[in-house]
């Protein structure tokens, strides 16, 4: 399998302070979906008391139990849609080895739903990793559930009529009104990679595959990966990157650290051309007020 040749990027981009923040971030998603489900429920009818229903049933539930298993606080968070899930992250101008922890962690998830599919006489997959900027925005729901019912609990325990075990249990167990997943919204990686799978065969992303972007990779693959020929990409201008899809990756641990794919900011100039793109970057810092 012959190695891709893909574009350099800029070296030696400045640094950011650890933990800075800026208004527009670099996101990395993973869009992953089940095939053919719903025709699994159009055979039934949408019908859950038909017969056969229960096995469209539990292959839901087994598919949400791995998306949950899989994910990790801060590092690989994720949200279940049906029969879809998308996975979450943003990029480090400061280390190159949480692209590649992403990449690795998605591989698994994608490696484990085919092969208990498989088992069950099911279709598998498809999965999307895509790279894109997003836009920061205050996160209101978090402060309506702060001043709204957290501030009752607070009082509730100051003025002795409720133990602080009943407040935290109370509050675990409050559903809002309304919700939100702030680093879902204005992603534009999220948008690359739900059209991509939502592009599914005509669009050169058939079957069981897993397909990434290219704009994480430097001018050379790391030797981790193989890929075939195929390079897909969405017709749409800003989002026209070329994905790659996967044929052979590497079983590496959790955890392990490799450097070879692009950070934040170089994954940023390749997705725009601008070398100086990580300066602009950096001049909108961000301030959560």
Same mark, same amino acid.
């Given at each position: 399998?012959?190695?891709k040749i893909i574009p350099r990027v800029t070296k030696n981009h400045p640094k950011t302070s650890m933990g800075s923040k800026r208004t527009i971030e670099v996101s990395i998603c993973y869009w992953?979906?089940?095939?053919?489900?719903?025709?699994?429920?159009?055979?039934?009818?949408?019908?859950?008391?038909?017969?056969?229903?229960?096995?469209?049933?539990?292959?839901?539930?087994?598919?949400?139990?791995?998306?949950?298993?899989?994910?990790?606080?801060?590092?690989?968070?994720?949200?279940?849609?049906?029969?879809?899930?998308?996975?979450?992250?943003?990029?480090?101008?400061?280390? $190159?080895?949480?692209?590649?922890? *992403?990449?690795?962690?998605?591989?698994?998830?994608?490696?484990? +739903? %085919?092969?208990?599919? @498989? #088992?069950?006489?099911?279709?598998?997959?498809?999965?999307?990793?895509?790279?894109?900027?997003?836009?920061?925005?205050?996160?209101?729901?978090?402060?309506?559930?702060?001043?709204?019912?957290?501030?009752?609990?607070?009082?509730?325990?100051?003025?002795?009529?409720?133990?602080?075990?009943?407040?935290?249990?109370?509050?675990?167990?409050?559903?809002?009104?309304?919700?939100?997943?702030?680093?879902?919204?204005?992603?534009?990686?999220?948008?690359?990679?739900?059209?991509?799978?939502?592009?599914?065969?005509?669009?050169?992303?058939?079957?069981?595959?897993?397909?990434?972007?290219?704009?994480?990779?430097?001018?050379?693959?790391?030797?981790?990966?193989?890929?075939?020929?195929?390079?897909?990409?969405?017709?749409? $201008?800003?989002?026209?990157?070329? *994905?790659?899809?996967?044929?052979?990756?590497?079983?590496?641990? +959790? %955890?392990?650290?490799? @450097? #070879?794919?692009?950070?934040?900011?170089?994954?940023?100039?390749?997705?725009?051309?601008?070398?100086?793109?990580?300066?602009?970057?950096?001049?909108?810092?961000?301030?959560?007020?």
């Amino acid at each position: 399998m012959k190695k891709k040749i893909i574009p350099r990027v800029t070296k030696n981009h400045p640094k950011t302070s650890m933990g800075s923040k800026r208004t527009i971030e670099v996101s990395i998603c993973y869009w992953v979906d089940l095939l053919g489900y719903g025709s699994m429920l159009n055979s039934v009818e949408f019908n859950p008391l038909s017969n056969n229903a229960q096995i469209s049933v539990n292959r839901l539930k087994s598919f949400h139990n791995m998306i949950r298993n899989s994910s990790k606080a801060k590092v690989f968070n994720s949200l279940a849609l049906n029969d879809g899930a998308i996975f979450y992250r943003d990029l480090s101008p400061r280390s $190159k080895s949480v692209t590649f922890d *992403f990449l690795n962690r998605a591989y698994k998830v994608h490696k484990q +739903i %085919n092969e208990q599919e @498989k #088992e069950l006489g099911l279709p598998g997959c498809r999965s999307v990793v895509a790279v894109g900027f997003r836009i920061r925005d205050k996160n209101y729901s978090k402060d309506d559930l702060k001043n709204g019912i957290g501030q009752y609990l607070i009082d509730q325990v100051k003025n002795n009529t409720m133990s602080f075990e009943e407040a935290i249990l109370k509050a675990l167990s409050i559903k809002p009104c309304y919700d939100v997943v702030p680093e879902l919204q204005a992603n534009f990686a999220f948008t690359k990679a739900y059209l991509a799978d939502d592009a599914g065969s005509k669009g050169g992303f058939g079957g069981n595959n897993f397909f990434v972007d290219s704009s994480i990779f430097d001018k050379d693959m790391p030797d981790f990966i193989k890929v075939s020929d195929q390079q897909p990409k969405l017709n749409i $201008k800003g989002l026209d990157q070329p *994905f790659f899809k996967v044929v052979e990756f590497e079983n590496l641990r +959790i %955890n392990h650290i490799n @450097k #070879e794919l692009l950070d934040a900011f170089e994954v940023a100039e390749k997705l725009t051309n601008d070398s100086c793109i990580n300066l602009k970057l950096k001049k909108i810092a961000w301030k959560d007020i």
